[in-house]
């Protein structure tokens, strides 16, 4: 809406549930494995057999029970099996990236063990070969299917955006017996 903040507009726009639905249904056949590859699924499996995870979904059955909560492997998707982003997360995934090189570099310049620069730059080249793939087969879609999943994107983006809300506290209340 061309606030200098998207928390501005996140206190007035809201997406419709119609409007998420429709994006739901084209990028369920967009959906991408921790190597993507292609792993279309149903509308109700994109959102009822997965948890949303920062950079994608999870549809490791322990973490999709606790909500996101546990995941085992302690949340590095680009290495897990059960990660399933979908365009709509290309931003955020890019961004990660960025940041992962950042890390690394901060990593290198503290002189710190090897093994915490090769899982940097496993992590880096992971989620580059989810980004690298999934980009390259939205370039051989047609013009017209990739803008319709652009603007499915974006909704989805807005969606979770707006889906920051806090919650009030709540007051406990103890019940007694008027015995």
């Not at 979908?86 to 890019?94: C, F, H, Q, R, V």
């Not at 319709?148 to 955006?161: D, F, G, N, Q």
Request: hydrophobic share 35%.
């Amino acid at each position: 809406m061309d606030h200098k903040s998207v928390s501005t507009t996140q206190r007035y726009y809201t997406v419709s549930l119609k409007r998420k639905r429709d994006a739901v249904t084209k990028l369920a056949a967009h959906v991408v494995d921790n190597h993507g590859r292609p792993r279309p699924i149903s509308e109700a499996a994109y959102e009822l057999r997965s948890v949303a995870v920062p950079y994608g979904g999870c549809t490791e059955p322990s973490n999709v029970k606790a909500a996101g909560g546990s995941c085992p492997i302690r949340f590095q998707c680009a290495s897990c099996g059960f990660y399933r982003p979908d365009p709509s997360y290309l931003p955020a995934i890019e961004q990660h990236i960025n940041e992962l090189r950042a890390d690394r570099e901060t990593a290198q310049a503290m002189d710190a063990a090897e093994f915490v620069i090769s899982a940097f730059t496993a992590q880096i080249t992971a989620f580059e070969q989810v980004t690298d793939r999934m980009r390259r087969r939205l370039a051989a879609l047609p013009a017209t299917e990739r803008q319709e999943i652009e603007e499915a994107s974006t909704i989805l983006r807005k969606a979770r955006a707006g889906n920051t809300h806090a919650l009030l506290p709540l007051t406990v209340v103890s019940r007694t017996d008027p015995a």
